[in-house]
């Protein structure tokens, strides 16, 4: 079955510790996005690309870090530059017919204490 | 810039009724696509109707349709006989057509209740 997976569904982490989400799919989709969802808010984009080895930042790119070294893959690393770090993380992937609409992860929810 | 507006932080429908979800949008992008994406309570988001802003029918699935007014820049869905399982929050976006650049901006979401 083709899809996105993410792990781990739920992470904790300390204050201070850098954390990385993992983000894979087998879509064959060129672009892939991060988006950071807080409670009862929309999803913000904080990097996306577009191709392997190109990325560029989303709004709230601060105290993120990602890289693209195959297609199938967008890992995101939570910095602890980023003041508030605690939220949904939700990967993406768009391919280039019809549409072109976003196809989604589970998530990730990540807690830093 | 593009910026999505829902002003119905939650909303309640009776079983077996219909429900109007609201969106208005604002963009200077000539064309452009809607998007409305449904999310459970586990998270996930599911793709549910699409609307390019040159489509002169208003796109229908099943019995989610999306209400187009261009000129008055809205694009509300339209749930018909409403079901237990479609209780979920409901997101609105949009993204500018043509060109590399294919990212979503995101409304704030409508949660709905469907009260059996």
């Known amino acids: 079955d083709g899809g996105i997976t993410q792990s781990p569904k739920y992470l904790f982490r300390k204050e201070g510790q850098n954390v990385t989400l993992s983000c894979e799919q087998n879509?064959?989709?060129?672009?892939m996005y991060w988006y950071r969802q807080d409670p009862g808010q929309g999803l913000r984009l904080i990097y996306y690309s577009q191709i392997v080895n190109d990325f560029q930042k989303g709004d709230i790119a601060e105290g993120y870090s990602v890289s693209r070294e195959k297609k199938e893959s967008f890992p995101l690393t939570v910095t602890s530059a980023q003041k508030n770090p605690t939220a949904f993380y939700l990967c993406?992937?768009?391919?280039?017919?019809?549409?072109?609409?976003?196809?989604f992860g589970p998530g990730t929810r990540l807690t830093v204490t | 810039a593009q910026k999505i507006t829902q002003t119905q932080p939650g909303m309640f429908v009776q079983e077996k009724e219909a429900v109007t979800l609201d969106c208005t949008y604002d963009?200077?992008?000539?064309?452009?696509?809607l998007f409305w994406y449904k999310q459970p309570s586990s998270g996930e988001m599911i793709f549910l109707i699409y609307q390019g802003s040159y489509d002169e029918q208003n796109a229908t699935e099943g019995r989610y349709s999306l209400n187009f007014q261009k000129a008055r820049k809205s694009a509300n869905l339209v749930i018909s006989a409403s079901q237990l399982g479609d209780s979920a929050m409901y997101f609105c976006a949009m993204r500018r057509v043509g060109g590399s650049a294919r990212q979503l901006t995101f409304g704030s979401g409508t949660q709905l209740t469907v009260l059996p």
């Open positions: 963009t200077s992008d000539q064309s452009y696509g």
């Open positions: 879509l064959n989709h060129d672009a």
């Open positions: 993406a992937s768009t391919g280039t017919s019809g549409y072109d609409e976003q196809y």
